[in-house]
């Protein structure tokens, strides 16, 4: 029996590792840009404009916002594990083609498609790992997707920096920095033929054989299955009924988690982390840092984002959510508005202006990643009934990406027109706007009710 059980727990492991690869790739190729795009702009590279640069940032994000509003169906119709082995493929020849790309439409349009495979990814992983963990290992694995994600920007912004270092005149080097990702994506492929199936998904499909099966080998408790099994059985129940957004529409209690998940994909993109994850090195280049010093400092970030999620994450239960959240965005508009004020001092020297700088944009990154990003991804795994999860789950992160698409488009014009120390007073009135919506919108006795009368 304790053999049997060490089997599971060993399996277990294995199988969120290798799901959490696609949160790793997320952060990867979200985070590759942020030191790529000072090589690739260069006239002598593919010369970009400061639009054309919020155009190759962006186009990964609109492509994510399409993905990950194709989730839904597709994991329903394919499977968790199947589509997961078609998003590796995708990352994995999307990647070389970018890395090849001779003129920037054919790197926006080869970031687009690899943007398809990122908001799939975005949304599957943390489903896949909720639907194959017992519950009392939920939210630990749901939280090592989020992990995942910001280990996968730590190991861009180093690839970065030391490729950099290695090279520092030699602008196509840019090229290597994105082909790295294929090498993750491979592995992710290779390893996912070991994976179980979704035991949900299965019962879903009538395969209540298998199903039991695959909860056995992941070491779910009596308990667990039968609370799965009575979930399913709902779910089939509501499916006969046919899902229609018109039924939506009119139901206000689903309506309001709709809504309530519509609201938690905003807040975490308008909250303004990924100006920072994209164009941190020429957010710091413009503040007086040069390019090799700039590259460094996204490692210090990183690092401080990695060490604030790992801590975070285990806080997480202790607390709630939604009150987590509106003290993560408040802290937010505290550090936003200090960072403001300094990048506007006219007292301090530069020496220490930059340093300032770099550790306030940390603190706003440690705060970020390590309450309001792995919360926020957590709601949207739990708040919604099960035969609701899939459908409003990939709309949530469709938000998500369509708020950071907008973002990440218009930010190089932003700071152009406003500098840098207006373009973060914005984000910090938009951060305390996140926490007004959050309060009102994502209320834990309102979730509740609906919870409740839809189960």
Not at 205 to 228: C, Y
């Amino acid at each position: 029996m304790h053999k049997e059980k060490q089997k599971s727990s060993w399996f277990l492991r294995y199988t969120a590792f290798v799901i959490a690869l696609g949160g790793f790739l997320f952060g990867y190729d979200t985070g590759v840009i942020n030191g790529a795009l000072t090589f690739l702009s260069a006239p002598d590279q593919l010369n970009l404009t400061s639009s054309q640069q919020g155009l190759v940032s962006s186009s990964l994000v609109l492509g994510c916002a399409f993905g990950a509003m194709a989730v839904g169906k597709l994991a329903d119709n394919v499977g968790r594990k199947k589509l997961l082995q078609w998003i590796a493929v995708i990352f994995t020849v999307a990647t070389l083609v970018c890395s090849l790309a001779v003129n920037s439409w054919m790197l926006i349009g080869s970031r687009f498609i690899l943007g398809l495979s990122v908001g799939c990814a975005s949304s599957l992983s943390p489903l896949y790992l909720n639907e194959v963990s017992p519950d009392k290992l939920k939210e630990e694995n749901v939280n090592k997707n989020s992990k995942a994600i910001v280990f996968g920007q730590l190991t861009a912004f180093t690839v970065n920096a030391i490729l950099a270092t290695i090279f520092p005149t030699w602008h196509p080097v840019w090229r290597i920095m994105m082909a790295v990702a294929a090498i993750p994506a491979f592995l992710l492929w290779v390893l996912s033929f070991n994976l179980p199936n979704s035991p949900f998904w299965q019962l879903l499909e009538g395969a209540r054989n298998s199903a039991k099966k695959t909860f056995a080998k992941l070491g779910f408790p009596k308990l667990d299955v039968h609370e799965a099994i009575s979930e399913a059985k709902q779910a089939i129940r509501a499916k006969e009924k046919t899902f229609s957004w018109k039924k939506v529409l009119k139901n206000r209690y689903m309506l309001y988690l709709l809504l309530a998940g519509i609201a938690i994909g905003f807040v975490q993109q308008a909250s303004g982390i990924n100006t920072v994850m994209y164009y941190g090195t020429v957010l710091l280049e413009k503040v007086g840092m040069g390019a090799g010093a700039s590259l460094y400092g996204n490692i210090l970030i990183g690092l401080v984002s990695s060490l604030a999620i790992t801590l975070g994450t285990r806080i997480l239960a202790n607390f709630s959510h939604q009150r987590l959240l509106v003290v993560g965005l408040c802290a937010n508009v505290v550090t936003l508005t200090v960072l403001t004020l300094v990048m506007r001092s006219k007292s301090l020297p530069q020496s220490e202006i930059n340093v300032l700088v770099l550790l306030l944009l940390a603190l706003f990154l440690s705060t970020q990643q390590g309450i309001v990003s792995p919360v926020t991804y957590l709601l949207l795994a739990e708040i919604f009934p099960q035969h609701l999860k899939t459908a409003f789950n990939s709309i949530g992160t469709a938000v998500m990406w369509i708020t950071n698409f907008v973002i990440s488009l218009i930010f190089p014009v932003l700071m152009n027109a406003l500098g840098t120390a207006g373009v973060f007073f914005v984000f910090a009135i938009a951060n305390f706007g996140c926490a007004l919506i959050t309060e009102i919108m994502v209320n834990p006795r309102l979730v509740k009710k609906a919870r409740e009368k839809l189960s």
